[in-house]
């Protein structure tokens, strides 16, 4: 029984690299038959599921691996990623929030629930997700970028031109694109 789950994961991954969708499909759920309590192969399902955009079947192939491995903060964001593309945003959020309990240097959870508060306009909770994003991952553009948006929204302009200060010291790009949508240029920073 041990080798044959792990023989139809290695399959599925095989077949992945084919370009195989379907099949690798069929070895997960083959590895899933051949042992019930195999994680990995529904979280790998599941991932797979996301990356062709079928969202309801990823989410039931993750919720599967959370059954049977109900502590991997990994799952719980991939999980909440795949709410929050369905626009399950309360969802998303309750996953979130229990992958970065269960591991706090999870950036992408952090960022994640910044992007929900967002696009709720609840701007003061999106500056703490993103600025915990930021701290986590402090070569990130994106995390800032939407840090300085989150501040813009507040009118906390000062905060903005420091984190343009900061992106500049970077990713010139990031830094040429704040400057643009917010209309602010710190001291000391080149307009390109």
Same mark, same amino acid.
């Given at each position: 029984?041990?080798?044959?789950?792990?023989?139809?994961?290695?399959?599925? @991954?095989? !077949?992945?690299?084919?370009?195989? !969708?379907?099949?690798?499909?069929?070895?997960? @759920?083959?590895?899933?038959?051949?042992?019930?309590?195999?994680?990995?192969? =529904?979280?790998?399902?599941?991932? *797979?599921?996301? +990356?062709?955009?079928?969202? +309801?079947?990823?989410?039931?192939?993750?919720?599967?691996?959370?059954?049977?491995?109900?502590? &991997?903060?990994?799952?719980?964001? &991939?999980?909440?990623?795949?709410?929050?593309?369905?626009?399950?945003?309360?969802?998303? *959020?309750?996953?979130?929030?229990?992958?970065?309990? *269960?591991?706090?240097?999870?950036?992408?959870?952090?960022?994640?629930?910044?992007?929900?508060?967002?696009?709720?306009? &609840?701007?003061?909770? =999106?500056?703490?997700?993103?600025?915990?994003?930021?701290?986590?991952?402090?070569?990130?553009?994106?995390?800032? !970028?939407?840090?300085?948006?989150?501040?813009?929204?507040?009118?906390?302009? &000062?905060?903005?031109?420091?984190?343009?200060?900061?992106?500049?010291?970077?990713?010139?790009?990031?830094?040429?694109?704040?400057?643009?949508?917010?209309?602010?240029?710190?001291?000391?920073?080149?307009?390109?």
């Amino acid at each position: 029984m041990y080798l044959r789950h792990w023989a139809y994961y290695y399959l599925a @991954r095989f !077949h992945l690299l084919l370009g195989r !969708h379907e099949e690798a499909v069929r070895a997960y @759920r083959l590895a899933l038959a051949a042992n019930p309590r195999f994680a990995l192969a =529904a979280a790998s399902l599941g991932f *797979l599921h996301a +990356t062709r955009g079928r969202y +309801t079947q990823a989410a039931a192939a993750f919720r599967e691996a959370l059954s049977i491995s109900p502590g &991997d903060a990994e799952i719980w964001f &991939d999980l909440g990623f795949v709410q929050q593309q369905q626009k399950q945003f309360e969802e998303a *959020l309750g996953s979130f929030r229990r992958a970065v309990e *269960l591991k706090p240097a999870i950036d992408r959870a952090w960022y994640g629930m910044g992007l929900i508060y967002s696009a709720r306009h &609840d701007h003061a909770n =999106a500056v703490e997700m993103f600025k915990k994003a930021a701290e986590l991952q402090p070569m990130n553009p994106h995390a800032f !970028h939407e840090l300085a948006m989150a501040h813009y929204a507040l009118n906390n302009l &000062d905060q903005v031109r420091k984190i343009i200060k900061r992106v500049s010291e970077f990713d010139p790009k990031m830094t040429k694109q704040l400057i643009r949508e917010t209309g602010q240029l710190p001291e000391g920073v080149a307009k390109r």
